[in-house]
């Protein structure tokens, strides 16, 4: 499966951005599909994950009641709905998928990635 992040940019502290993951190549309705971010000079973390069915989604303190993730199978597309965004949400923000279809806040669980979208929140 391929998968295509968009939908970054430059945007003020406490507005909204949603951002999109397509996948081609196969359908996405099997997989677990999660957001990671990187922010420069740092590691890789954990957004949120959403497992096969959307029964489940998880979502660290950072981003928690703040962010929202969603699928529609249909377009095959998974999105990122970040509202009140902070200086310290700034990175490239990358969609992965799981094929097992539970998810997880490992990064290693993941085989397949977006190339990534710069998300740019300035104070």
């Known amino acids: 499966v391929q998968l295509q992040a968009s939908g970054g940019g430059l945007v003020q502290a406490g507005g909204s951005l949603r951002l999109s993951c397509a996948a081609s190549g196969s359908t996405l309705s099997n997989y677990a599909m999660a957001w990671f971010r990187q922010a420069p000079g740092k590691e890789r973390d954990f957004v949120s994950f959403i497992n096969w069915s959307g029964s489940r989604t998880y979502y660290p303190d950072s981003v928690k009641g703040r962010f929202t993730i969603s699928r529609d199978d249909a377009k095959n597309t998974v999105y990122l709905q970040m509202n009140s965004l902070k200086p310290e949400d700034t990175a490239v923000y990358y969609c992965?998928?799981?094929?097992?279809?539970?998810?997880?806040?490992?990064?290693?669980?993941?085989?397949?990635w977006g190339q990534g979208t710069l998300v740019t929140v300035s104070s």
């Open positions: 992965a998928a799981d094929a097992t279809g539970h998810g997880s806040s490992n990064s290693r669980q993941y085989p397949y």
